[in-house]
């Protein structure tokens, strides 16, 4: 089971779930047209998920899924482990 964490919402969840399953390296626009939100919020979502380590920078605005993210995914973390 995943942890509850305060500031994540189910926005964040499917962003992580999309890096997961594509195992491909993506920008924010394209994350945001396949989950048919907009690009400004999938930018501050991913800008969150990165802070926290559950997403990487592969430079010029792309991103792919962290070993941490995907630990989140499994409920391989706590809530504890993100403060």
Do not use: C, H
């Not at 964490?5 to 195992?23: A, C, G, I, K, P």
Request: net charge negative; proline share 2%.
């Amino acid at each position: 089971m995943r942890p509850r964490v305060d500031w994540m919402n189910q926005t964040d969840d499917r962003v992580l779930e999309l890096l997961d399953e594509s195992d491909l390296i993506l920008t924010p626009a394209v994350i945001a047209k396949n989950l048919d939100y907009t690009r400004n919020w999938i930018s501050r979502r991913v800008g969150k998920l990165e802070k926290a380590g559950l997403i990487e920078s592969e430079g010029s605005g792309y991103y792919r899924i962290s070993d941490r993210g995907r630990a989140y995914l499994t409920g391989n973390l706590t809530a504890e482990d993100f403060n």
